[in-house]
Every structure is written in C-alpha cells, then in structure tokens.
C-alpha cells in the first residue's frame, strides 16, 4: 500500500467516526460548536499520529505480555503533553467572557488516553508496520476525525445557534435549541453516518 493510500484511508474509506463509528463519546460530548470540534480532533490528531510512530519505533523490543500496557503509557504520555499545552495556550476565555476552549472540552482531554480509535490504530496497524507509515496512519485517521467532528460541530452550532465558527449566519429565531443540547448530537451524528452510508452505496 503507497504511502498516500494509507493517510487517506483513515480520511475518507475508514474514517473513524463515519464509517468504523469510534470514539462516539467525545464526538457527542464536545461537538456543541465547530471550534470544540476542531479543537478536540486536532488533540486527539497529535496523539494520534505521535503514538503511532513511537509505538512503531518500539514495538519489536516490547513483550507481548505487556504490549498493550507499554502502549498505553506512550500513549498517556503524550496525552498529558497536549493536556499541558491546551492548559497553557487556549486556557483563556473569551472575548465575551465564554468558557476556553480547555474549559469546554474539560475531562474529554486526558479520556483521549482511552479513546479506542488511538490504542485500536496502535494495535491494529503501528505495531505492524514501518514509523513513516504509521505516523502517516495516525495523521490521517487523526485528520478524519477531526473532519468528521468540525462537521457535526459545525451543523449542530448552525442549527442551535445561528453560527458557524462563531460567525453569525442565521437570525436568533431560527435556533433550534435541543441541536447544542445531547439530543442534538445524536441527531446530527445518526443523520450524517446515514447519509454517507447512502454516499457509499451509490
């Protein structure tokens, strides 16, 4: 498989949240507004790929009876390394005093740790294959879901608040409230996986 075949994969014919249907708990949690959504793929992107190539790098010196353990410490490692650097950089509120960005994803951070679309790439493919490869891997199964989260980030924010990023597109009558609320999640998730299974078939 070329190199470019396997950072799309995870984009586009395995992306982990529209078509292997992972990691629903935080995509459901912090997909309120399109900016979580792209906050949190971009985290979990970083653990993604870094994971990947370090487990790739080590895997042939790790005993199996305490593989899944070793990768679950590299890849808790560098979940505390984004922790710290959300903390220190999108830790203040904004402009009109709304909650940061680390505030709004709150504990859906460190749960990166057990989010079974890092240890299940980690697993199913670094562990097998060459670093490039397998950073490559975790870049665009990283990239995928975080396209995928942005999507629904981006129509539940529009449909219950009128904006998109913030920006304003859609008067206050039209809100639609239960869309930034948990119902709304569902919602938007159960619809867009339908449509692409629709795309797929076609």
């Known amino acids: 498989m070329s190199l470019m075949k396997i950072f ?10 529209f078509v292997l249907v992972l990691g629903t708990c935080p995509s459901l949690a912090t997909t309120t507004s399109a900016t979580n959504g792209l906050g949190m793929g971009l985290a979990t992107t970083f653990v993604l ?3 990947n190539l ?5 895997a042939r010196h790790i005993p199996d009876k305490v593989r899944i353990p070793a990768f679950i410490v590299i890849i ?6 984004v922790d710290l650097l959300m903390s220190a950089w999108v830790n203040s509120p904004g402009p009109n005093g709304e909650p940061s960005l680390y505030d709004q994803l709150g504990i859906f951070i460190p ?13 199913a493919f670094a562990s097998k294959n060459k670093p490039i490869a397998s950073l490559l891997d975790g870049l665009g199964s990283g990239l995928g ?4 989260l942005s999507l629904v980030g981006s129509i539940r924010e529009l449909l219950g608040s ?17 869309f930034i609320l948990a119902p709304g999640g569902f919602i938007v998730l159960g619809y867009v996986i339908a449509l692409v299974n629709r795309l797929k078939r076609t």
């Open 111 to 123: 749960l990166i740790v057990v989010n079974c679309i890092v240890l299940g790439r980690a697993e």
């Open 8 to 17: 799309t994969n995870g984009f586009i014919k395995e992306n982990p949240l």
């Open 76 to 81: 808790a490692t560098l979940v505390t390394i």
């Open 49 to 51: 790929g870094l994971s």
């Open 162 to 178: 009128g904006s998109v990023f913030g920006l304003n597109l859609l008067p206050a009558q039209s809100n639609i409230l239960i």
């Open 145 to 148: 879901f975080t396209f995928a």
């Open 54 to 58: 370090a487990i790739a790098l080590t």
